[in-house]
């Protein structure tokens, strides 16, 4: 039986030739794009014919009847009647061309300032979507990939508009930070790089994809270890840096003073920030604040002497110092003390007598590691110096050019490098160098005190990689481990952690302190304690201004001249780096707290704190976690982690 030919039509499926089918597919944006292209095109096409049928009927021939015609007799005829009829209407349709032109003209470029009833619905454009959608960002996830652990999300605000959101907005502001001034993560990890605007061409043309691309991003980041270290820090002024030194996972950065990121959000909280020169919120302690690094730089003249093979050297203390020459100074310990008429008082650390490596770094002598660096020269100590990222200069003035290191960050692009970018430590070892500042340098006093704490933590963690290698700090969980050196063979790294562990573990280290805490957790340790004077600027209390007096000076004419000058204060910081645990360390940790005093009274038991924080989360190894937990939970990302009663 023969099918009627309607009832064929019908059964074709038409639905192909629908324009969403024709032009969008899986991209929404598509149709309406051609859709207004097609509409422009056509209108375009009218508006031509309708302009040139209508001049076109001015120039038309006459017929043979016409010619010779007055003209009030060729108006009346029905040709002549007709035309003129045609050429109003060619008009009327080209003015309503023009309006409906106009109309398109108004809603795509004036509407949007001027239309409210328009404005109330924009938010319906496809178009103005993935312009929102443009402007979001990927949540940012720390090392677990949990949700409860996300660090930067969006959520539902009170005026129903999505907003963005920090678990942490103090603890992560420096790294994260602000849309003014200096990037952090936020900025880098999800820049944009072209306009999120695109005409009707571009999106019928170039656009491939149903829908914009964000990333989340999984940090290395631990969100309860972050928020930790931030807690050791209230109340004062510092640093902590977190890293593994096995493969350079950047696990906790804390800088106090903090903000908060929506106090930056505006420009007058921003400005106010700034302008705070008494806590200085927006600068990062831990990689652009430069201190005198104390007795924790002998872990670097250590280094130095097994690069150099001089770890053997055994060396005296004196009960009256050591001078590095019979005209300069004595170089004295902590215990001694340095009296103006050149006397010196005390007993040396661990006694006034000769000393080898080992138990000269357990007890802290100052004496032995000037006479250490001494012995290994300045060129070896700028050999050591580069492998650990530190740039050794030529003068002390030198050493005062800013200069920013991104190329210790392991990290997918070059803008997170240089958003996290640590100022870059500097050591003189130039020519000009005495030998007694050699000595200091070695002991981590005079030219040493460009130092951060950055820097410090990757100092400790040379010698806590097993094989001895510096890796690239990292904070993209996603990006493979990179080396930056080989800085020791894998048995000097071990012996050197060995040495470290005397100064945690055996009776008269300066560390000893660390131990007591974490008795009974099985954990060993390894460690220096630091303290270091700095003269520091004195502000205001009330104004927050710098204070300053008057002096007088002689000019390069030796005259006398009265200039104003700041008031110095002499600061004691308080240092401690700490490696745990010592058979194959897990975490390097960086403390230091401004005018905290001796090392071992503040730093040292917050690296202890931070060490059994870490063991709570399981951070050290299986073996070392608590035994009363919770059975394992899967999170998003596959990880695990137990949770505490």
Request: glycine share 8%.
């Amino acid at each position: 039986m023969k099918m009627p030919l309607a009832a064929l039509i019908l059964a074709i499926d038409w639905s192909w030739l629908r324009p969403e089918s024709l032009f969008g597919g899986q991209i929404l944006e598509r149709t309406p794009a051609a859709l207004s292209i097609a509409y422009i095109i056509g209108l375009g096409i009218v508006i031509g014919l309708l302009i040139l049928t209508f001049f076109d009927n001015f120039k038309r021939p006459l017929f043979p009847f016409e010619i010779g015609l007055p003209r009030e007799a060729a108006r009346r005829i029905t040709t002549a009647i007709a035309n003129r009829s045609i050429r109003i209407w060619q008009t009327v349709f080209l003015l309503l061309a023009l309006t409906v032109f106009g109309f398109q003209v108004y809603w795509v470029y004036f509407a949007e300032d001027y239309n409210e009833q328009f404005q109330a619905v924009s938010y319906k454009d496809l178009r103005t979507r993935r312009t929102s959608a443009a402007s979001l960002r990927g949540w940012i996830f720390d090392r677990t990939g949990s949700l409860e652990n996300a660090i930067a999300y969006y959520k539902v605000g009170e005026d129903r508009n999505i907003i963005r959101a920090y678990s942490l907005d103090r603890e992560m502001a420096h790294l994260l930070g602000t849309e003014r001034g200096t990037p952090g993560l936020e900025r880098t990890l999800f820049s944009k790089e072209s306009d999120p605007m695109p005409e009707a061409w571009e999106i019928l043309t170039k656009i491939k994809q149903p829908g914009l691309s964000v990333t989340d991003v999984k940090l290395t980041i631990d969100k309860e270890l972050q928020e930790f270290v931030a807690k050791q820090l209230e109340g004062r002024k510092g640093a902590i840096v977190v890293i593994n030194p096995q493969n350079g996972d950047l696990l906790a950065m804390y800088s106090n003073p903090s903000f908060r990121l929506s106090e930056a959000q505006d420009l007058a909280g921003y400005l106010d920030l700034e302008s705070d020169n008494v806590n200085k919120p927006l600068l990062n302690r831990a990689t652009r604040e430069f201190y005198v690094p104390g007795s924790t730089f002998k872990t670097f003249t250590m280094i130095s002497a097994f690069r150099a093979g001089k770890q053997s050297a055994v060396f005296p203390s004196y009960p009256e110092g050591f001078r590095p020459s019979r005209s300069s100074r004595p170089i004295v310990d902590a215990t001694q003390k340095l009296l103006p008429d050149g006397t010196v008082t005390g007993v040396c650390d661990g006694g006034c007598g000769e000393k080898n490596i080992q138990f000269a770094y357990q007890v802290s002598s100052n004496q032995y590691f000037a006479q250490l660096a001494i012995l290994i020269g300045r060129e070896r100590m700028a050999e050591t110096a580069a492998q650990l990222g530190i740039l050794p200069v030529e003068t002390p003035n030198d050493a005062l050019i800013p200069r920013f290191f991104p190329l210790i960050w392991n990290t997918s692009n070059q803008k997170i490098a240089s958003a996290l970018a640590p100022q870059q430590s500097t050591l003189v070892t130039g020519k000009t160098l005495s030998a007694f500042d050699l000595g200091l340098e070695g002991m981590g006093q005079g030219f040493a005190g460009q130092m951060t704490p950055f820097q410090l933590v990757l100092i400790a963690s040379a010698p806590a990689n097993l094989e001895g290698k510096l890796m690239k700090p990292r904070i993209e969980a996603n990006q493979p481990p990179q080396v930056f050196s080989q800085v020791l063979t894998p048995q000097q790294a071990l012996q050197i952690r060995q040495i470290m562990s005397t100064v945690t573990e055996e009776p008269g280290g300066t560390g000893t302190v660390i131990s007591a805490k974490l008795a009974g957790t099985g954990i060993r340790t390894g460690g220096k304690t630091g303290t270091a004077e700095k003269l520091a600027p004195v502000f205001d209390e009330k104004t927050g201004r710098l204070k300053t007096q008057r002096v007088k000076v002689r000019d390069a004419n030796g005259q006398l001249k009265e200039i104003e000058q700041p008031v110095m204060y002499e600061r004691v910081d308080s240092w401690f780096i700490s490696i745990a645990p010592l058979e194959r360390p897990q975490v390097a940790i960086a403390v230091v707290v401004e005018g905290g005093g001796f090392g071992a009274r503040t730093a040292a038991p917050i690296a202890a704190n931070i060490i059994l924080k870490a063991r709570e989360l399981g951070l050290l190894g299986d073996q070392y976690k608590p035994k009363s937990t919770l059975p394992k939970t899967q999170t998003k990302s596959g990880n695990k982690r137990s949770k505490n009663n």
